[in-house]
């Protein structure tokens, strides 16, 4: 009788332990999976401040470039003025 009830009382101790184990185990995947999800989140959230970085570049360069050629038009036209107007073949306008 008390072998029985011993064995049964180890039987339970050793399907508590393993059950812990397995509860354990599931909770390091989950751990793993979720530092997973957050380095995949990072990951993003850097690609989209890169690729905002380029816009901007983008931006400014096309801004510059208008303003240059702005600019450079103008300069022309007070050029122009200066010497007095287009001269297209014998004609002079201006």
């Known amino acids: 009788m008390e072998e029985e009830e011993e064995e049964e009382e180890e039987e339970e101790e050793e399907e508590e332990e393993e059950e812990e184990e397995e509860e354990e185990e ?31 570049r983008r931006r400014r360069r096309r801004r510059r470039r208008r303003r240059r050629r702005r600019r450079r038009r103008r300069r022309n036209v007070i050029q122009r003025r200066k010497k007095g107007g287009i001269k297209i073949g014998i004609m002079k306008i201006g």
């Open 26 to 56: 599931e909770e390091e995947e989950e751990e793993e999976e979720e530092e997973e999800e957050e380095e995949e989140e990072e990951e993003e959230e850097e690609e989209e401040e890169e690729e905002e970085r380029r816009r901007r």
